[in-house]
C-alpha cells in the first residue's frame, strides 16, 4: 500500500479576491491622506470655482482678512487668482501650475495665495481690473495679482505658462519679477494701486 499524503490546496480564488479588496482599502486610505495633507483653507467654499481648487498643493486662502493677516505676519506678497469654471485659461494655469508640486511648492514659500471665484465676487473683480488697467497691466482672465500685505496692487499678469509660450512669460519668471518689485518698497509707494481690502 502506497503512502498517501495530502496536501492542503490553498483556495486561489479566495485569496486573489481578498488580495483586491485590501488593495482597495489600502489606495482608499492612502488617497484619504493625501486629500488631507493638501488640503487648504478653502474648505467648506460654496464657490465651484474655489471648491476644485481645495485639493491643489497651493496653499489657497479665500478672499479675506486671514490672508492679509497671514501675509503681514510672513511679510510675503499676495498672490491673486481671479478665475471661473468656464475660463479655459483659467482651467489651463490651474492644470499647469497650480496643481504642479514643485511650483506650488515655490507658491507656498514665498507667498501668501488667494483664490477669487470671478463671478461669485463682482465688486472685488471690478475693483481689481480697474487697479491692473490704471497700472497698464493686463486685465483678463485668469486675473493674477500680486498685492502688498497692507492692499496695495503693485505687479499682476493674465494667463501665466508653466514655460515660455511666445510672448507670455512662464509663471516661475513672472513670480520672481514680483518678488523682486516687493523688496522696493520705494517703487511700489509710487506705481501702485490701493485696493479696499478686509479688516
Known sequence: MGLVTSFARPNLIGMGKNMFLLTLVLAGIVAASQAQGNSNHLKGQTSLYL???????????????????????????????????????????????????????YINQHFVAVKVDFDSAPELVAQLQRAQAVLNLPAGLPL????????????????????????????REAAEEALTRYADQGKIEKESFQLEIPK
Open 51 to 105: 471648491k476644485r481648487a481645495v485639493s491643489q498643493p497651493v496653499d489657497w486662502y479665500p478672499w479675506g482678512a486671514d490672508a492679509f493677516q497671514r501675509a503681514k505676519q510672513l511679510n510675503r506678497p499676495i498672490l491673486l487668482d481671479v478665475g471661473a469654471v468656464w475660463c479655459p485659461w483659467c482651467i489651463l494655469m490651474d492644470r499647469e501650475t497650480y496643481t504642479n508640486a514643485s511650483a506650488a511648492d
Open 144 to 171: 493674477t495679482s500680486f498685492i502688498t500685505p497692507d492692499g496695495k496692487l503693485y505687479f499682476g499678469a493674465g494667463y501665466l505658462p508653466s514655460e515660455r509660450k511666445a510672448d507670455k512669460p512662464p509663471f
